[in-house]
């Protein structure tokens, strides 16, 4: 089918949960205007529809592979779409003024990606790399690194990575063994040889960009064991010269490409570095200060993984709903009429179609929240930073599950048909699933929601957003209850519950908090239509979409409450060596 950038959902939730135009009212954002806005939303619409959403099957039939010459071949069309990208500004929106960015709100930026991720997947993961590539530089590089790099990252012409994972570490980027060895004499003093193999590193290789810039976690000969003696590089493919020319290519490789279950077109790339001994990087900030980094790569990086959940569960939202207002089938149930009807009119199609919109928006609305909270904690608001901080996490796992959800019910809406790949809807499904795993798994999100940002002001962060849903959602007794189920149990677990009983109950304490603030700016979207102009259909289907999510969603999530305080005592009763012979 046909796809549709979700423009007019977009703007709403950049309106009432992102409060876009409080935001344009500070001098920093101040070219957020409500045309601004819209111009890119409208933008990114046409280019997303027009030449990336044409080439999402192709690639997934086509997928990456490495030619004869050792260089990473991606479907055709893929680099003309990329560079339709770069030529229309769309990679320095939220880069840095000093640099050649437009300065725009992250939420802006957000927007963008989520709409490129819903036309073109893996087409769309290679400029979210380098935006979270552009953040860390920004942040911990030196001036003169800055200067080499960020204006060519910033206008997309170079695109940059992230290289943590290793074979034997997986998750443990503390376990990782790439080497980097300062040298000391000669033109490349003060830089490091490195030494190493990467997995998993997404468009590690490719030829749709002059340069690829690569950030690499590796560990100096005398450095502390585990993450305190990790430390961040740049690694280039070519070496940048003093006048910012491309010089020699660098020493590093692509070894293989990975065969994967979902985005094909996007090369997940073995990489090899130093294997001539001859790999030069330059040290981001000091030594063993790599993990302050990469913690501004991975934490950008999260919220982008969350909006695909998001932007894949808008795509198979889509197709659901189109083929349930063409598919005839059956009459329905107790009509004298036997003639068959379309499957929207079936109760449990209606189900499915009304739980995925609700879920669909319910994750804009959280995604948004957050982007609107972390753009306040850029103009230096304390408070909404620390908030924010804490919404990464719920964004991150519980729209990629989301995602997951959604995916799956497009397929079942299908019937048979969805099983079929020429229908599309199976390879939503295949590519969102990636999703709850890198960038940190859900598992390793909630843990950190309850073993770091639980413990933010010894609760206080967390209980003040919980609270202040509970007080301005009084009115509508399953999202105040709901939130008042999650500060009990975020009041035991700071209370009475050890360690292992926090982390046994962290998956569905995140999952009742994400669905808390999800219902609440839902509920804030279902109030604003009577006080505002909506776009488009929003005032006739947003309050039945909060509703919905009232009535079901939120009582899902409050049934959690008893599991997440049952402690962790069940899951270790049994040996492992009785789980696995049985």
């Known amino acids: 089918m046909t796809f549709k950038a979700a423009a007019d959902d977009q703007e709403f939730a950049l309106r009432v949960c992102a409060g876009i135009d409080e935001l344009a009212a500070s001098n920093r954002f101040a070219s957020a205007t409500p045309d601004l806005v819209r111009a ?29 010459d050792g260089k990473v071949v991606l479907p055709d069309g893929f680099r003309e779409a990329y560079q339709a990208y770069v030529e229309g500004g769309w990679n320095s929106l939220y880069g840095p003024v000093e640099y050649g960015g437009q300065g725009l709100p992250m939420s802006l930026a957000v927007c963008v990606l989520e709409t490129l991720a819903s036309s073109n997947m893996a087409l769309s993961l290679n400029p979210m790399l380098s935006v979270g590539a552009i953040a860390a530089l920004h942040h911990h590089g030196s001036e003169a ?10 206008s997309g012409e170079w695109c940059g990575t992230m290289n943590l994972t290793e074979p034997q570490a ?90 994967k279950l979902g985005i094909k077109a996007s090369p997940t790339c073995v990489m090899s570095y130093g294997d001539e001994g001859q790999c030069i990087g330059e040290i981001v900030g000091d030594e063993n200060a790599g993990l302050r980094a990469m913690f501004t790569m991975m934490n950008d990086a999260r919220v982008h993984v969350g909006t695909q959940g998001l932007a894949l569960a808008e795509r198979a939202a889509q197709a659901a709903k189109s083929y349930a207002v063409e598919r005839v089938q059956s009459a329905r149930a107790g009509a004298p009429d036997k003639t068959p009807v379309l499957i929207i009119e079936h109760p449990d199609v209606r189900r499915m179609v009304l739980r995925i919109r609700a879920l669909v928006e319910g994750g804009r609305a959280l995604v948004y929240y957050a982007c609107g909270q972390l753009d306040r904690g850029a103009l230096g608001d304390a408070e909404a930073q620390a908030r924010g901080e804490v919404l990464v996490p719920l964004v991150k796992s519980w729209c990629t599950d989301m995602g997951v959800e959604v995916t799956s019910l497009a397929v079942q809406i299908h019937g048979g048909m969805g099983f079929i790949e020429e229908t599309g809807v199976a390879q939503h499904y295949r590519d969102v699933r ?79 908090c994400a669905v808390a603030v999800a219902g609440w700016q839902l509920m804030r979207q279902a109030h604003a239509v009577a006080q505002r102009d909506a776009p488009g259909t929003i005032a006739a289907t947003k309050p039945l979409v909060s509703a919905y999510f009232r009535d079901h969603l939120a009582p899902e999530a409050a049934g959690l409450k008893t599991s997440a305080m049952t402690g962790a005592a069940l899951l270790y009763d049994l040996d492992p060596a009785v789980l696995t012979s049985a």
Not at 40 to 60: F, H, M, Q, T, Y
Not at 184 to 210: C, F, R
Not at 435 to 441: L, N, Q, S
């Open 145 to 154: 690194q800055k200067e080499k790099y960020l204006h060519k990252l910033v």
């Open 170 to 259: 997986g998750s443990d980027v503390g376990a990782l063994r790439t080497s980097a060895v300062r040298i000391e004499d000669g033109p490349n003093a003060g830089k490091y040889l490195i030494s190493g193999q990467k997995i998993y590193i997404t468009w590690g290789e490719h030829e749709v960009a002059d340069n690829i810039v690569h950030l690499l976690l590796a560990r100096t000969p005398d450095a502390p064991a585990g993450s305190r003696g990790i430390s961040l590089f740049i690694v280039p493919k070519y070496h940048v010269n003093e006048d910012g020319s491309l010089g020699a290519r660098n020493d590093l490789r692509v070894v293989s490409l990975e065969h």
């Open 40 to 68: 890119i939303l409208d933008g990114v619409a046409s280019l997303a529809e027009g030449k990336w959403a044409p080439l999402n099957r192709i690639g997934d039939v086509e997928g990456a592979h490495i030619g004869k």
């Open 434 to 512: 990636i999703t709850p795993i890198y960038e940190g798994t859900n598992g390793i999100q909630a843990a950190d929601l309850v073993g770091r940002k639980l413990g933010m002001e010894n609760g206080g962060v967390v209980k003040a957003l919980l609270a202040q849903i509970a007080r301005e959602s009084s009115e509508d007794a399953a999202i105040s209850g709901l939130a008042r189920d999650c500060l009990d149990v975020a009041d035991w677990m700071l209370s009475q519950a050890r360690l292992d009983d926090k982390l046994a109950a962290s998956v569905a304490f995140q999952k009742m």
